[in-house]
């Protein structure tokens, strides 16, 4: 063999590996754009998810919200009605009494069935009456926000 066909074995090997050398980097940087598209493909469907979720939870505590103050509105409005008829005196409140500490001045009220058996209530004043309805309205604001706390730890464990 020549030295000239040698040289032109050589320069075709060389031309052959830097061709081959450039196909795989193509392919390479072909891989890696794919690569990227599907991360940033991935990443907007995990935001997309999110933000879908967020919008959900958001949802629901503004409905158990709306459901909640509904619910507190119509507690206090039962309260002040309450207020008003123990006001007027068209309500009484009054409490039994166990029959063994019922004291001379209070009479039994008879039932059919017979006096042995008869309960005793006693009448409460207005001012106690009025001061036990407070109590029992703070009690109940107590519970709708105790819901209310529930149902959003609840709403965030979804």
């Given at each position: ?92 409140l009054s409490v039994l009494v ?61």
């Amino acid at each position: 063999m020549s030295r000239l066909q040698r040289g032109l074995g050589a320069l075709l090997l060389v031309l052959c590996v830097a061709l081959t050398w450039q196909v795989q980097g193509w392919r390479y940087g072909r891989q890696l754009a794919q690569q990227a598209q599907a991360q940033a493909e991935a990443e907007a469907a995990r935001q997309l998810a999110e933000r879908e979720q967020r919008q959900a939870l958001e949802q629901r505590l503004e409905e158990s919200e709306t459901r909640h103050f509904e619910e507190l509105t119509h507690v206090q409005q039962s309260q002040v009605r309450l207020r008003d008829r123990l006001a007027t005196a068209d309500l009484r409140l009054s409490v039994l009494v166990e029959r063994g500490a019922v004291c001379g001045a209070v009479p039994a009220a008879a039932s059919a069935g017979g006096v042995d058996h008869a309960t005793v209530r006693a009448g409460l004043e207005p001012a106690h009456a009025g001061r036990i309805i407070a109590i029992t309205d703070e009690g109940d604001r107590g519970l709708i926000a105790l819901r209310a706390c529930q149902d959003y730890v609840r709403g965030l464990r979804r």
